[in-house]
């Protein structure tokens, strides 16, 4: 076991443990300290009153090496030492966990009409320097903008008719073929969207979303994709070598 601290030594390093709490901290104290002066600093650690406080030493190695139990002593006149732990029983009645419950603890809420008019308040710094929110011309313009990638949409959307064979091609993703199910807005997802069915089954779907059915195609073929990435043309359907491979069924 380490030499005890005696109290003109440095400050020790102790695990303190309770009967309220789960957890130990590790702190450092020093042994100048009366017993007395120690329980207040332990109230910030447990959380439970000095006055109903019993201490017992135990050893790094767990051995129990006695209470401290004068007051007026020096914690540095007990065999304490760098890794020993304190114990704290509380006496005051409280049950364990009580301390460590914050569905306990009141929250105090300020109404929002007194948070407004408060000068120091986040709120009021914000709207003093125009940040975020407040920011009046970028909150304009990003509205602006917004209407232009809408409108954008919108007019891309309105080139793919409904029925017409496409080429889709999404960033990261291969190039796919398909077929125009349906073009607008959806419940989903904000903005304009093109569902297709894919000539194989790469899609996410069978054309019905969150409930809602917007087109009829066979599970896993469905897919919504933004009009900028399909292309309309004449794209004859991929058959994925079936009309070969039922030409050699004929055949024998």
């Not at 009366?34 to 332990?42: G, H, P, R, V």
């Not at 209407?147 to 993703?173: D, K, M, N, T, Y």
Request: aromatic fraction near 8%.
């Amino acid at each position: 076991m380490k030499a005890a601290a005696g109290p003109g030594a440095g400050p020790v390093s102790l695990a303190i443990s309770s009967s309220l709490n789960s957890f130990r901290a590790h702190k450092r104290y020093s042994p100048g300290l009366t017993i007395a002066e120690f329980k207040c600093k332990l109230e910030l650690v447990v959380g439970s009153p000095a006055s109903c406080m019993d201490l017992e030493l135990f050893s790094a190695e767990e051995e129990p090496l006695g209470r401290l139990d004068c007051d007026e002593a020096l914690l540095g006149s007990y065999p304490v030492a760098d890794g020993c732990r304190v114990h704290v029983t509380d006496r005051s009645g409280a049950r364990i966990g009580e301390y460590e419950d914050v569905s306990q603890v009141e929250k105090y809420e300020m109404d929002d009409s007194d948070y407004e008019r408060r000068p120091e308040s986040l709120r009021s710094f914000l709207r003093q320097q125009r940040w975020g929110r407040y920011d009046a011309e970028a909150a304009e313009r990003r509205a602006a903008e917004q209407q232009q990638r809408l409108a954008q949409e919108a007019a891309a959307a309105a080139a793919l008719p409904v029925g017409s064979r496409c080429q889709v091609r999404v960033p990261g993703q291969p190039c796919k073929l398909a077929t125009i199910m349906y073009v607008g807005q959806t419940d989903f997802k904000p903005g304009y969207w093109v569902g297709v069915r894919y000539d194989e089954p790469l899609g996410k779907h069978d054309g019905s979303v969150g409930g809602r059915r917007y087109f009829e195609c066979q599970p896993k073929y469905g897919a919504f994709v933004k009009p900028q990435s399909v292309t309309p043309g004449d794209f004859p359907e991929e058959d994925c070598g079936l009309e070969e491979e039922l030409g050699r069924d004929a055949a024998h």
